[in-house]
């Protein structure tokens, strides 16, 4: 997947130089008693509140949080769990991050620098995890990598050759875009001779230049969107790297981003390919990766940034597999293997994709963690799609055939505003193929060189499930993967409010028509379950 993609970041552009549009009010119920039964009211979360907001109660809180701070305070309050080891395959982690340290797990089996693979596993030197991708960093998508082989007349060829020129038509006018907005921003610093200018002076231009005035209109109303120029510098930066990633890699046939890592990706039995830099090249090229190992293992209550999930209670695997671009199934698959073979008893894997041509490695490995007991907890995917009737890859079942692991669950996005905007207008979803929903916007985490960001997506929505899944086992450690899955589904909070459907599709829906279990994840409910059934073994 392109792992930083801005769900919404052409569409928002787009409507600011259209017109100008109010803020963020969440809506939150009046009666924690029966929440779908009464009306609700219009609120504003307060920063602190929407900081952790994934970890509120929503009849306390008023937010459709998981109950984590209620699960730590009436029911892990002086308890004692033991480590479990999260294996994040992603971007990569920036392991030296302030409210990681003490967090990441280290392999006490092998000893470092020495260049030599002390506990023979197959990986020299790997003290903190494995990089799967060495040194390359940008990538195809894999519907790209489909088109340049080129046809061999199978349908999931058309399908590609369909869905990457139509990606390539939708690209040209959101370059525009982009370039008529930095082309602006230009033009006004120019003029007042100042980058970090401000809304007023910029309104307060007076020119008959038509070039200038342009320019002064389009920067007024995207201006009048962030809170400073500051704000739309980070944002306009993102969705600029967002298009010229897909023009410079993504979608462009001729670019090669696997050479430098010197293996055949479509030879499983190549094993012997990586290295142990397990940030990656580049630390800014791990902000994906250790914002999910934030959420799951930041460290809780002191003060420096958002609280992880499982804190005190992980430690932190991390394999980079994913790349800028779409991750490559023998990657995945070997991750996935690493993880497990080296101690994982969750892993998480906020990535995914719409062709996988050698699926069954993955499913494969997938199936390997399930002999192991390990769970795999996934994203959706960002696509705003039914993903029983279009798939996301990895999945544990093709449309409604049976399950072929018992061990993956697949998770949606919620929004932190209760009501009609429940969940998030991104979130992929399958009354099939999603098991539950957790949230998954603005969620604040860790990012590279002590820094803290909101990100959202289904990526965010994960490893929350993650670091609740991680409790369980680190709390009542003989439950096994399958059960822990089936905790989290059955303990969920279950919610009959309709509200809009994401995606193109549009109109109202429930939890129950557009996931399995019909639920959002709650922490406290599922460490309720899990020791009334740890007491029955």
């Not at 029966?34 to 809180?61: F, G, M, Q, V």
């Not at 809304?199 to 109303?221: G, M, P």
């Not at 599922?526 to 073994?537: G, I, N, P, W």
Request: charged letters at 25%; glycine letters at 8%; aromatic letters at 8%.
């Amino acid at each position: 997947m392109r792992i930083l993609k801005p769900i919404y970041f052409s569409g928002i552009i787009a409507s600011m130089i259209m017109a100008s549009c109010g803020g963020t009010k969440a809506i939150v119920s009046t009666n924690p008693a029966n929440i779908d039964a009464l009306p609700l009211k219009t609120t504003k979360l307060a920063e602190k509140d929407l900081k952790r907001w994934s970890h509120l109660d929503l009849a306390k809180d008023t937010v459709p949080g998981m109950s984590v701070d209620k699960a730590y305070a009436e029911l892990l309050k002086g308890k004692k769990g033991t480590k479990v080891i999260v294996g994040v395959v992603d971007s990569g982690v920036d392991i030296d991050h302030e409210d990681l340290k003490g967090e990441i797990w280290t392999n006490s089996k092998e000893i470092a620098g020495n260049n030599k693979d002390d506990d023979n596993n197959g990986f020299i030197d790997d003290i903190h995890g494995w990089n799967f991708l060495g040194n390359a960093d940008n990538e195809q998508l894999e519907m790209t990598r489909i088109v340049k082989k080129g046809d061999d007349g199978s349908i999931q060829y058309q399908n590609a050759l369909a869905e990457f020129e139509k990606s390539k038509t939708e690209l040209a006018p959101q370059k525009q875009q982009v370039d008529a907005i930095l082309g602006a921003d230009s033009a006004i610093a120019k003029h007042l001779n100042k980058t970090n200018y401000t809304l007023a002076e910029v309104k307060a231009i007076k020119t008959t230049d038509q070039s200038l005035l342009q320019s002064q209109n389009i920067i007024s109303q995207v201006l009048a969107q962030f809170a400073d120029k500051a704000a739309f510098d980070a944002e306009i930066g993102e969705f600029k790297n967002y298009v010229y990633d897909q023009l410079n890699y993504n979608l462009n046939t001729e670019f090669d981003g696997r050479k430098i890592v010197g293996d055949n990706p479509n030879d499983i039995n190549d094993k012997k390919y990586g290295n142990n830099n397990v940030t990656g090249p580049k630390k800014e090229g791990a902000k994906h990766g250790t914002h999910v190992a934030g959420i799951i293992a930041a460290v809780r209550g002191n003060n420096k940034g958002g609280d992880g999930i499982a804190s005190n209670n992980v430690e932190i695997m991390s394999v980079r597999a994913v790349p800028n671009g779409d991750e490559y199934d023998k990657d995945i698959a070997n991750a996935i293997r690493y993880a497990v073979d080296n101690g994982a008893k969750v892993i998480n894997g906020s990535f995914g994709k719409n062709y996988s041509p050698n699926k069954q490695w993955v499913q494969d490995a997938i199936k390997y963690a399930a002999s192991k007991d390990v769970l795999f907890v996934h994203a959706a995917g960002n696509d705003g799609k039914d993903i029983d009737a279009a798939p996301n890859f990895p999945n544990d079942a093709d449309g409604k055939n049976p399950e072929y692991a018992d061990n993956v669950i697949t998770i949606g996005a919620l929004n932190y505003e209760y009501g009609g905007a429940l969940m998030a207008d991104f979130s992929n979803y399958g009354k099939e193929n999603v098991d539950v929903f957790a949230p998954g916007v603005k969620i604040y985490a860790t990012t590279p060189k002590n820094t803290y960001e909101y990100l959202q997506g289904t990526s965010m929505a994960s490893p929350n499930v993650a670091g609740v899944a991680a409790l369980i086992r680190s709390y009542y450690p003989s439950l096994t993967a399958t059960q822990v899955k089936h905790i989290l589904m059955d303990s969920g909070t279950p919610l009959n409010t309709s509200f809009k459907l994401a995606g193109e599709a549009g109109g109202q829906t429930t939890l129950n028509a557009i996931s399995k279990s019909g639920k959002i994840v709650n922490a406290y409910n599922a460490l309720v379950m899990a020791e009334k059934l740890s007491a029955q073994k």
